[in-house]
Every structure is written in C-alpha cells, then in structure tokens.
C-alpha cells in the first residue's frame, strides 16, 4: 500500500513531466 506522501510524489513527477 502507497503512503499519501509517495501518491504525492508520483503525482509531482507527473506534473513536472507534463509541464516540461
């Protein structure tokens, strides 16, 4: 089970890849 700070860290990975 993912922790809410890991989901957090996939999603600012996302972000940072949509973004760029």
């Given at each position: 089970?993912?922790?809410l700070?890991?989901?957090?860290?996939?999603?600012g990975?996302?972000?940072?890849?949509?973004?760029?």
């Open positions: 089970m993912l922790s700070l890991e989901l957090l860290a996939q999603r990975v996302a972000v940072l890849t949509l973004a760029d």
